[in-house]
């Protein structure tokens, strides 16, 4: 492989990346919280909202998609992943039961 770009800003180290359903942004987010979108073809940040972006998978335990998953005494450690597909059937493993308020999601144990 060669190296297309190295993209640069999070403050800890990344756990989950995905890309937009058209390949042409990525988004990653880190063990400190922090959700970043990159162009791909430019290798630059991108600071507009993504929103409305299509994903082709989701893997981040942050973000517009799968708001409402936290419980509200949640520390950041009760829910360790997620998993969307393009046609957002969701998989969450979560390290205890809880009632999530998006009807799309399951828990897996």
Same mark, same amino acid.
């Given at each position: 492989y060669k190296r297309y770009a190295k993209l *640069? $800003?999070?403050s800890s180290s990344v756990v989950h990346i995905d890309f937009s359903a058209d $390949? *042409?942004?990525l988004q990653s987010v880190c063990n400190a919280y922090e959700a970043m979108y990159w162009d791909v073809a430019a290798g630059r940040q991108l600071l507009q909202d993504q929103r409305n972006q299509k994903w082709a998978t989701w893997t981040a335990k942050l973000g517009f998609p799968v708001m409402g998953?936290?419980?509200g005494e949640a520390d $950041?450690?009760?829910i360790n992943s997620v998993c969307a597909d393009e046609v957002r059937r969701n998989r969450t493993d979560v390290t205890q039961k809880n009632a999530l308020s998006m009807r799309?999601?399951?828990l897996i144990h």
């Open positions: *640069q $800003g999070h $390949g *042409q942004v998953i936290w419980p $950041g450690s009760d799309c999601l399951r």
